[in-house]
């Protein structure tokens, strides 16, 4: 198993930028490709960015495709998500999402671990 912790989350104009990280506890992280995928209010929970294991591998939605980067540290058990050019749409909590299968996670089909999630408001 593995526990997923996200921070980073917070308030930010629109066009500004936000780091968010996703710490993994547990056995063997290298071993899970990463995603994550957020939810904003009164709408489902919809796929951003996956990575593969080794980080060589990278899969975005076209919403945030040349805005935000997925990376990886599987030394320190961390990946992360940088956004930038931020807008109003992209408000959602964030929520870091681990699986075995980069096939699933790239079509959106998330895993079974889950972060517990982190704010991100965007202000016009």
């Known amino acids: 198993q593995v526990q997923l912790v996200e921070s980073g989350g917070g308030l930010v104009q629109a066009g500004g930028s936000l780091r968010l990280s996703c710490a993994a506890s547990?056995?063997?992280?290298?071993?899970?490709?990463m995603g994550w995928f957020r939810q904003a209010p009164g709408k489902e929970r919809e796929f951003v960015a996956a990575?593969?294991?080794?980080?060589?591998?990278?899969y975005y939605a076209d919403s945030v495709k040349g805005r935000f980067t997925i990376s990886r540290d599987n030394a320190k058990n961390t990946v992360y998500l940088q956004m930038n050019s931020l807008k109003p749409e992209d408000t959602a909590v964030y929520y870091c999402?681990?699986?075995?299968?980069?096939?699933?996670?790239?079509?959106?089909?998330?895993?079974?671990?889950w972060g517990q999630g982190t704010q991100v408001t965007v202000s016009s």
């Open positions: 547990g056995r063997s992280f290298s071993s899970y490709c």
């Open positions: 999402n681990a699986d075995r299968s980069l096939a699933q996670l790239r079509v959106g089909t998330a895993g079974d671990y």
């Open positions: 990575i593969g294991w080794f980080g060589t591998s990278t």
